[in-house]
């Protein structure tokens, strides 16, 4: 099976920036990807790393190292709408999606 | 964008029926689908993926007698709780993505409330 592991919560004030990790093992990889889930609602997606280095979406960054099995998503100028679960995911090498068990940002005023 | 619908948005039934959740790619064509749950604070876990044409896989542990899944075309997936009981009680979501896997996300219906009394 596969190792995904984030924190399970995180705190922050509005205006602020959070950085939300991820460390994986997975059996082969095609890519990682990050979900922003409000609560009673399903995952849309925030951000795409297939190749090791930085991508910057707006307010929302995700950085990938293949070789340290880690990934973070950074937020920037946090907005009270960004309080949220945000789930870091790996697809293996038969494309098969696994979740990890999500981070929950408050933002605070 | 790509859009996949699921219904019904929330369902209550009683002990010992079955269920029906619907869901649809609606401006691409699947063969692949997926099938997650998830419990109140915790991730969503794949059960199956659904393949068209043939037979679904599920994922370890998951019952493929008590959770039937049909992939008739290519923009239909369905998946039928049997004999529901109060632990299957969990929101549903289904998820496609377009074809050519490379760097395609997966898209997500807004999921299925399920209430089992």
């Known amino acids: 099976g596969q190792n995904i592991d984030q924190p399970t919560e995180m705190t922050a004030t509005e205006g602020a920036i959070v950085q939300i990790n991820c460390t994986y093992q997975t059996s082969g990889f095609n890519g990682l990807f990050w979900y922003q889930q409000h609560a009673g609602e399903a995952p849309t997606f925030l951000s795409y790393?297939?190749?090791?280095g930085l991508e910057e979406k707006g307010r929302f960054s995700s950085f990938l190292s293949r070789s340290k099995g880690y990934s973070y998503l950074l937020l920037k100028e946090l907005q009270m709408k960004d309080s949220a679960s945000y789930l870091c995911a790996v697809r293996d090498g038969d494309y098969k999606l696994s979740f990890g068990a999500g981070t929950t940002v408050t933002v605070r005023a | 964008g790509a859009v996949v619908s699921q219904h019904p948005s929330w369902v209550i039934c009683k002990s010992g029926t079955s269920v029906k959740i619907e869901c649809r790619s609606l401006?691409?064509?699947?063969?692949?689908m997926f099938w997650y749950r998830q419990f109140p604070k915790q991730s969503l876990m794949l059960m199956a993926t659904s393949n068209e044409g043939s037979k679904a896989t599920y994922e370890q542990g998951v019952e493929k007698d008590k959770f039937l899944i049909n992939h008739a075309s290519l923009t239909l997936s369905t998946l039928t709780v049997t004999s529901a009981h109060p632990e299957d009680s969990s929101f549903y979501i289904c998820?496609?993505?377009?074809?050519?896997?490379?760097?395609?996300?997966?898209?997500f219906g807004n999921g299925t409330r399920l209430t089992v009394t």
């Open positions: 998820s496609a993505s377009p074809p050519g896997q490379g760097s395609s996300p997966l898209h």
């Open positions: 790393n297939v190749l090791d």
């Open positions: 401006d691409f064509q699947a063969t692949t």
